[in-house]
């Protein structure tokens, strides 16, 4: 999506909470005529009409054109229950030609005659006053708004996906290295170096009589070598799960390994795992593939509660945490990122907010 259709969501974004819904519409409109098949401009659109019934249209094209869009499902679901609770509640009959003109792709401009037909008293919609549809209509909306109100919907999820990700500091997980030791420099000379996989085998199996015997010093470094090697070799024995080796030292690269670990459904991509500066601060992202679904949504949260289990070993100086999802069928292209920061994770392990105020907390950061 271009810079331009970022900026004009986020301004209208700004507009619809102001109130300043006319202003919000003329910023979508031309968007929409060029772009039709974008849920989000749709979105948005339904929260910046005061006409209820184009509303209504609005948030219908949203499900037509994406069913697992963020929220729109929730909004439906929660006028549903609405419409049990009160008997008054009539349930809104969209006129079927105004569905299609709109599901086509009409242009924007065409959309103040359809208005004006809609708030002809006297012209009948599907077998019902005009009148009635409006009123009905009005409430869906208001119920709506309400709902973004009350963070039940939050609206600025809108913006998940379409900012582009600032440049990465890949996070490298290596191995300890450490300078040899004297005793270790002089057994190289007369014993050649031992690979993990010689280390295992020899493990297994009795060690064969050398054919010279070595010195004392050479002895030792050769037991030593063993020793720091024997660990690698069972760290590789599980055939499920073979995590990198990760250097105690880095906090950071300890960090990624634990959250990895603690996740079973799926891999998280540890070398994509990066730093970056965002609104929230200093920021850590841990990546992992995706596809746009059901489970979309579900690993970002469950990315973000692994690092809430974790939060005691989250590195000094990080500001915030995030999930990130990578088209990694083209080229690992950033899908979404969320993020939290430490000090609301704190506040909602303290049980100063609840879950629901804790997840409202979540930010868009691309």
């Not at 054109?65 to 809104?92: I, M, T």
């Not at 190289?188 to 010689?198: L, N, V």
């Not at 679904?293 to 000094?316: C, K, W, Y």
């Not at 500001?319 to 990122?337: I, P, Q």
Request: charged share 25%; with cysteine.
């Amino acid at each position: 999506m271009a810079d331009s259709t970022n900026v004009v969501l986020q301004r209208a974004y700004e507009l619809i909470e102001d109130d300043e819904l006319e202003q919000a519409q003329s910023l979508l409109a031309p968007l929409l005529e060029t772009d039709d098949k974008n849920p989000a401009l749709w979105w948005v659109y339904s929260h910046a009409v005061r006409d209820k019934s184009i509303g209504q249209l609005a948030l219908d094209r949203v499900l037509e054109l994406d069913p697992s869009y963020p929220g729109a499902n929730e909004l439906k679901d929660d006028l549903l229950e609405l419409q049990s609770r009160d008997p008054e509640f009539v349930e809104p009959d969209v006129d079927d030609g105004l569905l299609a003109q709109e599901a086509g792709g009409s242009p924007l401009d065409e959309w103040d005659d359809v208005q004006a037909e809609i708030e002809d008293a006297g012209a009948p919609s599907g077998g019902r006053p005009a009148v009635v549809i409006l009123a009905v209509v009005l409430f869906i909306i208001a119920a709506g708004i309400a709902l973004v109100a009350s963070g039940a919907v939050d609206i600025s999820e809108i913006l998940s996906g379409i900012l582009p990700s600032p440049e990465a500091e890949i996070i490298v997980v290596s191995g300890p290295t450490s300078a040899p030791t004297e005793a270790e420099s002089d057994a190289s000379d007369s014993t050649p170096r031992a690979s993990p996989e010689t280390t295992a085998s020899a493990e297994d199996e009795p060690s064969a009589a050398p054919t010279q015997a070595p010195n004392g010093e050479a002895t030792a470094a050769q037991d030593e070598a063993a020793a720091t090697l024997a660990p690698t070799a069972e760290a590789t024995a599980d055939p499920e799960r073979s995590p990198k080796p990760v250097d105690a030292s880095n906090p950071l690269a300890a960090f990624v390994a634990a959250v990895a670990e603690s996740i079973r459904d799926f891999e998280v991509d540890r070398r994509a795992s990066s730093l970056h500066d965002t609104p929230l601060g200093r920021t850590l992202v841990i990546q992992t593939c995706a596809v746009p679904g059901r489970e979309f949504n579900a690993r970002l949260s469950q990315i973000i509660h692994a690092m809430v289990d974790l939060t005691d070993d989250i590195p000094e100086g990080t500001d915030a945490v995030a999930a990130g999802l990578l088209n990694c069928a083209e080229n690992s292209a950033s899908l979404r990122v969320i993020g939290v920061s430490v000090e609301i994770i704190q506040q909602y392990l303290e049980e100063e907010i609840d879950s629901k105020e804790f997840q409202r907390a979540w930010q868009p950061l691309s």
